[in-house]
């Protein structure tokens, strides 16, 4: 079954049952989405390239970055969801715009094309 | 197909024709997901509740935040990515979690348990 | 005595006496400041505008945004101190600017035009 | 003449003459703040310490940098005057709990009590 509509389906009935949903407007949402990133930014900030791949290899860092993540997803399937946005259309056509944007034979391996990319 | 599975091959595939993925380490990918969805909230930022409601249901608003909405998942899929993240069995790991939490008959309607979900 | 002078002096002798100044890049710091934001936004996501009133009049919610607040205050007069930004004379630049690209009698009173501000 | 309150009276007298005060509610000053952090998040996503410092010695990075840091500041600023909130006194209040939390003799060098400042 397709992934993002199967925890669509289960945060609107968690929502639903804990009658939550007043509380997720587009704006809420996204300020909780800012919060999670924020989360996620946090268990990073002060590691190293090296540390980093060491804690994600095993251990609690990769435990507590994959929560994180998760939160960020959950969030973010609920925000599209209350502002009536299809995800899934939408990641797939900024990828094709993408493509024409950054053609892979002049983009190759340019820090500069990349951060344009923004 | 699933959808998450989907998009990470695609990304998978155009960072590699780009040889852009010296740069995905995940520090730099999860300041990416900082830089997007501080873009989202940029969208929403002085738009009262019904402001937002009429400018997602039409218009310009619409698309830029499917825009940008689209930017954070895919910088996610690439962070879990380069994380060693299973995104998805994170998401319903932590959906089970706020079910045992978030017991539904006492939490229900109630902002101050919600806010502590946070 | 000057007020982010005093700040940036207190942090550097902090910073100094528990040797960490090498955990303080450009880069970490800013991820801090997106973490410490994420939590500000966190405190408020929630609530509507007059539950945000209502707490920030008294209780315990205006001390935890006090506390957020201050700390992205301390990291970004960090990071401007390792970016060696001078932060007072950027902002007064800019504000300097926006006189200019905002023309009051122009801009007064209007929502797109603020939007543009971004 | 202190640099905190100088800015807030020229961010005040900007936002009056606008008649942009009913725009600065604390929920949305703080989405702008988030959307300014993902600016300057984005300023440094790609780039690693190396080129991060080369960039900031010189050039148009330094530029944008100060930019973004003097944005995330002013929205700072007036968020804490929309909240009720002295900026000033609450990151002294701040540095206090941290000497007393992190005594330098016990925290000297160490990323796992850093990390733990969050």
Redo the contacts between chains.
Sequence with gaps: ?????E?RA??RA?AR????GR?H????L?????????????E????D?E???EG??HGPL?DR???E??????Y?VQ??EA??????A??????DR??SR?P?DL?????A???EL?
Tied chains: 1, 2, 3, 4.
């Design positions: 079954m397709d992934s993002i509509a925890l289960r945060l968690f049952e804990r009658e939550w509380f407007t587009p704006k809420n996204a300020m909780a989405l800012g919060g999670e990133t924020g989360e996620l930014l946090a990073l900030q002060w590691l390239g540390a980093v791949a994600l290899a990769r970055v994959a929560d993540a998760a939160d960020v997803l959950l973010l925000f599209a502002a009536g946005i299809d995800l899934v939408a990641a797939h056509a900024k990828i993408n493509e950054y892979a983009a190759r391996g340019s820090a094309k990349h951060t923004g």
